[in-house]
């Protein structure tokens, strides 16, 4: 770095950024020959750094030196073919590239004029999604609803509870309201209670194969109400997290008409699937639902992040969420002609995250994107049937996805320390779950990268550790 | 594209890798020369987009390709020297190649295990930069505090309400809570408000300088009191969206204190220039606030997004955000050992985004970044001395940092007419706000590239439209 200290001349970040090109496919080309899993020690990573920041400029080289020498020992490697821990947070090289055209041109999306084209691809991007999903056309920017990236399905989860919480403000304070899920529903829904001040979030019992038990649903509404709570909303799940068990959502939305409460679908990691029209009956139902939402940034080869929120009725997010200082006020939005997205989440600013979600539709096409689900489905479905084929272990809940769970017969310690061997070999990263006091091991497969090849070594781990 | 419709090769990726470098730098290296902001109409973007996404994979040609004719028009240039408009969004060529990095390693540290690395960097790096920016020692990880980098400073003041209102909620509903702001503050505070389902945000006066009256404030929270209300925050602002105002900081600790409720301080621009001593007067008091927010990706260098939260004791923000669910569970968390940032915000899913408040803070140098800081400011000192020299204008108030803000002596009109035939030229941008129904025009200063040169073209054009 020459010259001016504030600047790295744009000849500089040219070879600069041709040499962290080179680092970035370098890794890309060597990610699957790694330990999957970080070993360092906690504070191992925070040892090699200075106790107090650099007071003069430190040249890219050591920057470059340091990623490898610091940071790689401290990664665990999400990108890694090997990867079946906990659900994929797959990407993809045209991703990664619209990240860095994103950080290049770093605009702030906040209002439809701070970046035109950022506002106006994310909605034509989000419509081209609902057709790709089989959803409402109510849902695209054209009809009542619309489609908004957040950052996570937390952050979506959250709002939707929000504006349930805030269309019922008039019927009591919010200490008394519940919340409806399944016990087997991800943790962010009780987060998102907790942080939206929510009282109560009532987890209802679950059938055989982890789906919501509808009568429980509503016996647990109607004891509710005779006690004076305010039931307000249900999160459905299609795919939970512990065993990707869809919850019925069409005989749901029957107890959240009868009752007016706002049914918000939890699609984060199965929503991709819907690409393909054979996983559409999972998810019947969805056109009556109040919110919707998936993680692109799981399964569809963006890198995280990006979460796509759609409401059915874009009013009532906007009329919570709208507030409109005198330095943020413009022509183009006052005239109602167009979208300003800091209205439909809770931070104002935004990064230009279409862009790699657009790049990457278009890369693959519908094809290639249904292409990838179908493999890794298929691939469950393989190991899966070795699974059942083999007296030592059992499949501990149905594989409808690209999750596959199962347990050691012998036992739950068995199947924790089968887990944890594994996860120390190296060679492989999977997830070990517990469901009322049993433990299972969460294999999943989603990583971009992920062949037959690399099932097949898990497999052959599995068998040589057991 | 070749081969697997789901790869790019690591070698397609080297060479497109490379082309998109050229294409950043090449946007770097004349940004300065086009026209700010952009001027295309609504839907004028989104009618150059096909109606349904594409069946079959395109080329990366033609990606790139449309990232000039669709993209570029409709992009407003946040990164140009000829940004004055809001705050900044300063960016600076390291922290695009950490963002390309951190892309293309596609870690998510939702939790220590998950990359050590992202969380071990990211708690250092805030350590220093309590140093440089003459925070209290006690907000170290070291201490009872700690820092985290959440999205937006808007998210980062919404967290701290959610944990005021979650400590109060003993105390009553949280329609029935107050949190005080003065009329100046940014809206997200207004917003976090909403969100959280504090009932009210009370407005305080402000003097003619624009910082919260505390007589005022005092006012406020005992008649609120007497009201059987349930005061809970007070959010002071080191620098106002409006003007750059301070809040007394000090003062204002008193009265928080003295009713028990929590101090959240809102620095998101102006937190940068506390690496420079001689403005930390402006914070006197800053040790006794409970949380402090800024933004690295206003004024510091680093790309959208990267907010840093700090809070003086970790204890209460944890205890309101932690929901361990069993597939989260692991051995390092459980030790105690680590720090989880998922139990610090709403969200659960995180990028490696202290990479790049690494990078740019080795890349400069302290040194660096406050000669930045200085460069800035003396440029606004010099425009508010051509400006306070020249009958034709007036400043409208103090400019403590890099924000000048002024008005035609010609009146209202005269002041919004000349903000908008700025925009109009293409040459620069400003912001045209309003106080108590006076419009002035904020000149802000602080993009990275930003020289004399720009400014003295920006008053030349001032001169010229006058």
Redesign the interface.
Known sequence: ?SGD????T?????Q???R??????????HVGEMPV??S?E?????AK?P????????P?D??LRD?DE??????????SPNWFA?FP?????????A???S??????GML???????T??E???LD??V??MGLPESWKSTGPGGGVIQ?????AT?TAL?VA??QN?HRG???DMVVYVSNQA???I???C????IGHCRKIDVDSEFAMDVDALRTAVEADRAAGLIPISVVSAIGT??TTACDPIDAVADVVEEYGMWHHVDAAYAGTAMICEEFRPLQEGVARADSYTFNP?KWM?V???CNVLWVADRAPLID??S??????KNE?SE?G??IDYRDWH????R?FRA?KLW?V????????IR??VR?HVELADDLAARIEDDRRFELFAPHPFGLVCFTRVDGHDATRSLGDAINQSGRAAV?V???DGVAFI?VSIGQ??TTSAHVDALWTLIDDLS
Chains 1, 2 share one sequence.
Request: aromatic share 8%; net charge negative.
């Open positions: 770095m200290p504030t600047h790295m744009p000849d500089e970040f040219r600069n950024g041709y962290m090109v080179d680092w970035v496919a370098d890794y890309l080309d899993l970080s360092v906690p504070g191992a990573i925070a750094l106790a107090s920041a650099p007071e003069e400029p430190e890219f050591d920057l990623l610091v940071v790689m020992p401290g990664i665990t490697h999400w990108q906990y947070a797959n990407s993809s090289p045209p991703s990664v590239l990240e860095l055209a950080a290049g041109l770093g605009v702030q439809w004029s701070t970046s035109p084209a950022a106006e691809i909605t034509r991007v081209w999604l057709d790709l950052m996570s399905a937390s952050d959250h929000v919480r805030h403000r304070p919010a200490e991800h943790s962010s009780e987060k998102g907790t942080v939206a001040g997290t512990g940034h080869m890198n995280f992040d919570t969420l507030i409109l200082p005198p330095y943020l183009a005239a002609a167009v809770v931070p104002l600013g990064r862009l790049w539709i278009r890369s693959y096409g519908a094809s290639g292409s990838m493999r997830t779950s517990e469901i969460r971009t990268t």
